[in-house]
């Protein structure tokens, strides 16, 4: 089954050809970054324009790498939501054209079950597995199940962890998006320098909270400029970053506890992180347990991971009407 996924849910516009959920044909995107960084956060209706004008070309030249036409694909699957309802639109309208147009199938598909498939593809990793997600609007534990269905453990009260690290990039003065090169920093610096808040809320177990972190970062660069005193960037980023990273491996590895699976995969684009990564690697050489990482390039924004997790749904029978909308809160 080959699937043609669309996803516009943020700043990427990107499409991609898959088989059968696992194998990569071909994928294109269009990334917007640099027009998004002259305002120091992504600009939704910007975004949407910018979708506007590349979808078309991004879904052409998909076909013309794969050496396939429309008419080759099974079915057409695009992000529904949750995103910037201006950019998600203009993905549902493409898709519904490119559905109405072949007579294919479409489906709608949830931005997250797409972050979880994307470790399906080019790997040997199956469910069940608890899933991590960490990018710039979700952090989530997840358990997935054989037939790809997600029970939600906790999610983010406040800030996501992406969102996190691109204001403490913005408070330290660094361009759009901050979280890689706060990561970079952070190698450099002492993440003992600092006494930044950990946010375990005990009422929620799985739940997650940064906005009292991020509090406290500005509060603490506030206190040290207001005094004149010299910062040490890269102690701040290192400390910060520790901070982060200890909350996500405590509930991680309680998760692992409580529900006895064996493989924890981290998605989104958080999971470029490279303290992030390396504690979960110490993790896996302590206890066992098996942690997958998706290549970098399906940890951020992408179609590939919207296709292969329509292929899951495609068997078990799932499809879209035309009435398909986009939403820009929706629920796993
Ligand atoms: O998954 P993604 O591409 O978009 C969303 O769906 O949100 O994630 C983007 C987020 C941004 O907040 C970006 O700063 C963050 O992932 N990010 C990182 C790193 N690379 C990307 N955060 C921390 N460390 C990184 N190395
Ligand atoms: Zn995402």
Redesign the pocket.
Known sequence: MIILGIETS?DETSAALVRDGRNLLAEVTATQMEVHAAFGGVVPEVASRRHVTDITRVVDKVFVDAGLTLGDVDAIAVTCGPGLLGSLLVGVSAAKGYALASGKPLLGIH?IAG?VAAATIESDVRPPFLCLVV????TELLVVDEAFRFTKLGGTRDDAA??A??KVGRLIGLAY????K??RLADEGNPHAYEFPRALLDDGAYDFSFSGLKSAVNNELTKRRNRREEIQVADVCASFRAAVIDVLMDKTARAVEETGLRQVVVA???A???GLRSAMQTYQQSTGVRVVFPPLKW???NAAMIASAAFYKAVQGFQSDLSLNAYAQLSL
């Open positions: 943020c931005h972050h990018s710039g609007g979700h992406g969102e690290f691109d998006p901050g979280g890689p706060v990561d989104g684009g958080v470029a992180n490279r940890c951020t924004d």
